[in-house]
Structures are given as C-alpha cells and as structure tokens.
C-alpha cells in the first residue's frame, strides 16, 4: 500500500513570486509519482509526472518536480507564478506494476495574491 | 490526449431516490475505470475499479450495494447511487487509464451530486 502526505494544506503567495509545494510519499513498492491540478468544481489536469530516469521532470504551465528518492519526496515547484495559477494540487502515486489506481495527497490550495 | 466525460455534471435529488452517473471514455477504450469521491475541500478517495465484463473491485468500506457499478462497454462505466441520502452528497470523478503502461489517468469532469 502507498500514502501520499502533503504538509501544506494551503500556500498563500504574491504573484511573480516563486512557489514549492511539497509532497513526500511512502510505498513497499516502486511506484509512479504525479502532480495534478484541479481548478473550482473541474475535474484534474495532469501537470507533470515521474516515471524513471532524470529526477527533474518538467510539465506544463511553467511547474516541474524535482523527485528524491533517498527522502522519498516529489515537490513541485514554480520560479513564478501567476493569478491564474490558483488552484488545488494534488500529489499521487500508483504502483508502477500492478493496479493503476492513484493514491492522492490531501491537497495544497495555492492562493496567488496580486 | 485521450478526453473522459461525465455525465450529468450537477444532479439535486431528493433522499431516498437513486441517481446514475455516466463516464465515458471518448476516444480511447476503457476496459477498467476508477470512480473516486471527493468532499469538500479534502482529498478524492478511491471508491472502486470498474472492470469491463466483470464485477467491480470496491475498495474497504464502499458499500457495493449502494453504489452499483456497471461496465456495459469498453467505452461506458456508470455509477448509480441507490437509496440516496444527504451524507452521499459529494463529487465523484471517474478516470480511466491511457494506453500507455505507466498508469496515467484521464479524469472527467465530475458530477456534483446534492441530496435534498
């Protein structure tokens, strides 16, 4: 079984301003690593994910992840963001072999301040 | 990349009555789904996985009679909620794997169920 845990439950910040929201994760097993966002009352958008290879992984709108295995981490992170980047973030696993369904973190809602 | 719908996105219902909720996997074949719940500002649960031909897989605590799940086709899960009540009011989302084999999921939009 894995767990995803996020510490933050909310990150206030000024737009332009860089951003990392953290996530760290437990499994007996090798797993897939994903960061989703979901905008108000939509479903989620993949934003990046980690598979193997390099530990830095880019994804859209600007984010990338930065996997750790030793801390068992996958924080993402924005050099700057924007108004429109308020949302909710949801960090999942899944097993790489066997079932495919995602465990989820609780969720940081990042509020962007002008 | 592969587009998941749902439908209704919003149902009101009254307690007691039951309500079916709709995903489909619209260009991409689906031969397993996953139905999560989401309350409000917390986290989606899984719920169960919808396998095509076969029973679901409900995860430990879902009750299976409540939530009937059928996949009548590679392209169709429905989720019917029986017997509503307000404590059943919540988001639920289905996804469905891409064919790809590292698991990633196409989420639809959610249904917003309110139970009066």
């Known amino acids: 079984a894995q767990s995803v845990t996020q510490l933050d439950s909310q990150v206030p910040v000024f737009e332009e301003a860089p951003v990392e929201l953290r996530c760290n994760y437990s499994s007996s097993v090798s797993v897939y690593l994903f960061w989703y966002v979901q905008y108000p009352n939509q479903g989620l958008q993949l934003l990046l994910k980690y598979l193997s290879g390099s530990t830095l992984v880019k994804g859209i709108n600007g984010f990338e992840a930065e996997f750790n295995k030793s801390q068992t981490s996958f924080h993402l992170r924005k050099p700057s963001v924007h108004i429109s980047d308020t949302a909710e973030y949801f960090c999942a696993v899944s097993e790489s072999a066997g079932r495919r369904a995602l465990t989820f973190g609780s969720g940081t809602r990042l509020q962007v301040q002008p | 990349g592969a587009v998941v719908s749902q439908h209704p996105s919003r149902v009101i219902c009254k307690s007691g009555t039951s309500v079916k909720i709709e995903c489909r996997s619209l260009d991409f074949q689906a031969t397993t789904m996953f139905w999560y719940r989401q309350f409000p500002k917390q986290s989606l649960m899984l719920m169960a996985t919808s396998n095509e031909g076969s029973k679901a897989t409900y995860e430990q605590g879902v009750e299976k009679d409540k939530f009937l799940i059928n996949h009548a086709s590679l392209t169709l899960s429905t989720l019917t909620v029986t017997s509503a009540h307000p404590e059943d009011s919540s988001f639920y989302i289905c996804?469905?794997?891409?064919?790809?084999?590292?698991?990633?999921?196409?989420f639809g939009p959610g249904t917003r169920l309110t139970v009066l």
């Open positions: 996804s469905a794997p891409g064919q790809s084999t590292y698991n990633e999921q196409f």
